[in-house]
């Protein structure tokens, strides 16, 4: 209390999200979605689409839209645990880490974040 104020939204970014939060681009994030959609399955993208709507959303926190952007900067990195090469599990690491920032920001996507994530979808693999 006496101390410095602590700035909450540093408290709730984890080191390693800021490694790839910085490695994320809206460019690069829709160029891996494009051309990996198939491959990676409908469950990662529609969680990568999940995080990217909502961190378009004017009324998410700067600390959520750091959790964001970490996942979505490691589900575009070429260099992951698992790499996407690697067949059958390629993408298992990717879903983990989407997964883990859907539900510290699930609160931030909300009905209109899935259903711009589901037009999307539909787009991509049918109904």
Known sequence: MFGRKKNLEEDHAPQADKQYEKKYTDDSFWDKV????????????EKAL???YAAQQP??????KTA????????ISPIDAIPDITP??????DLAVLAAAV??????????????????????FGA
Do not use: H, M, Q, S
């Open 34 to 45: 494009v051309k990996f959609a198939k491959t990676a399955g409908r469950e990662v993208i």
């Open 88 to 93: 059958v599990v390629g993408y298992a690491d």
């Open 59 to 64: 009324n998410t926190p700067l600390w959520a």
């Open 50 to 52: 999940w995080l990217y």
């Open 68 to 75: 964001i952007y970490g996942a979505l900067g490691y589900f």
């Open 103 to 124: 539900a510290t920001v699930a609160t931030y996507i909300t009905a209109d974040v899935k259903e711009r994530a589901a037009d999307k979808l539909r787009g991509w």
